[in-house]
């Protein structure tokens, strides 16, 4: 279900009109406030914070921290020079510091109030990187909606979000915000995301802009390290990284957030071949540039900028619109005009872009957000029907030997781990609310199917090593239980921001607990709950099934226990592979041939000498793209492409029969991948081109049909600009990157044919 939803880059002449009446009237200090971000708090206030907290216990109501102003954030309203503010998630603050710019201002400019709703707002969805695992667009399109409902009835204008950074490095803790290591996904999962969040029909009767972000290659951090040097070439930026917020931009988002990092030499902040050449001058996209927090400052760090002055100096001429805390533009855009250094110009085009998007969001008309609506709309019974239906889907059954699973009471489990019972990780990185107690956790799931006295619980050891362990009682504990329910995996905080890693395996001594328990000879079901692939191979082999549950939001632990006794057939497939070692990394599907290609992957390639391979493990992933397990089984049978040749204005029809050849109901994630064989440069081996989620009953059967234009192949050419070549493709119709059913077809210049 598609619902209709707001864009902001449309010409609209009515709101042109009114920009350019605004923008006459406006000083130099008053455009350079409108591109200026702030941080309206001031420092932490123990003693605020200590007599808040006992008002609220005094007056028996919830304590909720709200910051002081910092000193000059009123005055600075006043004189109009601040044009929007960040993570201020109070109704009633807002709604203070909007009425002192609304009607305390010489011209009464509001502000747009921006915030990080990553995975929703105070309804808490899996983390993206699951989100993406459903393969199910209009769902998240539906959270994205959900999330929008809770931050605009917050006050909330402006949502720092989707993050579609494609991310082929697991070390990268920001991983667990996008959508995996593929521009096809990224690009499904942009639209989606951004027509949910700017969806046009929100309870609070205002509009919300989405802000895609790092614009762009924040994902090819070298080493997998936060921040780090990004360096690819040009045709990597335009055919891996620039595609999903291509998507975004055409599903009508009004922003987009500049990244922290350089791109070979240039960071993003002030890089005009992505802020001017991309942006404006080939996509025409008139939408707002606002960069990352302090990331203007960040450039004298880079070494690009001398200091601050410089640093908005380059910023501004690079095409940023919108600074983000760091203070470069209100401290020294004046002083830059004024010396000749800034064409006035850029500021009134910056300036423009915002009023543009303000009117375009409603502010001027209705500044205000109605402070008793959050109370109504948070948490809403069926918002936390949906966080509990994307869990379910986000979910990824990696293996499931012997069927173990689901399980058939009166099975007696003995659950060991520490995730089993954390309330906090299950809101995964970027919950800026952290709510816990609106948590359910796998033990809660647990007590929905199971009798106290059917199983119990013994964390047999922390997620750090640095608290107390006791893996003996772990295995004492598991005696007379029939399976053993191991839940383990990361912290929320060993994801997201600033957090990456180099041992990518169980964090601590859990791995050793898997080991203890695994001596015992029972069986054992593993629950994984993570911000990230894990490189767990030994975990896997230990284990009879293997279920990814991933940091799944507040309904998490329902939805494991949902998939664990079968009320839900899991659905899930990976959108980021699995490696087997961290020496793999990067490891993704869609790579390059080479002059040396390994014979097959997935097996040992010790006697192959002196082709691209490794001395100590196979090149393939452990769990390959794509993939997931189901509890029924799918048959693909009878691909036809049609026609078999196409000019590069054609489609090509591609159709399949799936037929559900188990004995129960389940969703198939239907994959086309495809294969230029010969390229004016090298091509990917694969590169997936198309998906399909399928619902089928027990025994039936579905034609598949995927239209595959032409112009769908074209990538970056010699000339740096996006070409379609003639020549011969194979073609992959199946349930992950491995492989399926194969044909060929050929494009061919529409001379040739006669
Ligand atoms: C952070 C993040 C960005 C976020 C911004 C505001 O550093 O990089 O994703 O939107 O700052 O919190």
Known sequence: MQTDSHTYNQPDPATEARVEALLAQMTLPEKIGQLVQLNPFGPFDPDEYDRQKAEAAANGRPFTYIPPLRHDMEALLRAGRVGSF???????????????????????????????????????????LAESCTWNPPLLERAARVAAEEASASGIDWIFAPMIDVARDLRWGRIAEGAGEDPFVGMAMARARVRGFQAADLSSGRRIAACPK???????????????????????????????????????????????????????????????????????????????????????????????KDAARLSILAGLDMEMVSEGYATHLADLVAAGDVPLALVDEAARRVLRLKFRLGLFAQPYTDETLAETIILRPDFRTLALEVAQESMVLLKNE?????????????????????????????????????????????????????????????????????????VTAVQDADVILLVVGESADMSGEGHSRTHLGLPGRQQELADALAATGKPIVCVLMNGRPLVIPRLAAQVKALL?????????????????FGAVNPSGKLTASWPRAEGQIPLYYAHKNTGRPAAAAGVKQFAE??????????????????????????????????PPTITPEETLVVTATLRN??????????????RDLVGSVTRPVKELKGFQKVTLQPGERRAIRFELPAQALGFTGREMRTVVEPGAFRLWVGPDCRGGLEGSFTVEEAHRRG
């Open 548 to 564: 990814v549950g991933w940091h799944g939001g507040i309904r998490a632990g329902r939805a494991v226990a949902d998939i664990l």
């Open 609 to 642: 000498y002196f082709k691209s391979v490794y001395l100590d493990e196979p090149n393939s992933p452990l769990f390959p793209f794509g993939f997931g397990l189901s509890y029924t089984r799918f048959a693909y049978s009878d691909l036809r492409l049609d």
């Open 86 to 128: 960040l993570n201020v998630m109070l109704p009633g603050v807002i709604n203070h510091c909007q009425r002192i710019a609304v009607e305390e201002s010489r011209l009464g400019i509001p502000l747009i109030a921006g915030g990080d709703v990553i995975h929703g707002f105070r309804t808490i969805f899996p983390i993206p």
């Open 214 to 308: 790092h614009y762009v290659g924040y994902g090819a951090a070298e080493a997998g390290r936060d921040y780090n040097t990004a360096d690819f070439s040009e045709r990597t930026l335009r055919d891996v990284y620039l595609p999903p917020f291509k998507a975004a931009f055409d599903a009508g988002a009004g922003s987009v957030m500049s990244a922290f990092n350089e791109i070979s030499g240039i960071p993003a902040t002030a890089n005009p071949l992505l802020l001017r050449a991309i942006l404006r001058d080939e996509w025409q996209w008139p939408g707002v540039v606002l960069s990352d927090y302090e990331a203007v400052h960040e450039l004298i760090a880079h070494g690009l900028a001398a200091d601050l």
């Open 402 to 474: 012997d069927d173990i699973l689901p399980l058939a009471p009166p099975t007696r489990l003995a659950v060991i781990g520490p995730l089993a019972d954390s309330h906090a990780d299950m809101l995964g990185c970027w919950s800026l609310h952290t709510h816990p107690e609106d948590v359910e956790t796998v033990l809660d799931g647990l007590a929905a199917y199971l009798p106290a006295d059917a199983w119990r619980y013994t964390p047999g050891c922390p997620i750090r090593a640095s608290e107390p362990t006791d893996i003996a009682a772990a």
């Open 661 to 674: 050849v188990g004995s129960r109901a389940g969703a198939e994630v239907v994959q086309l991948y495809v």
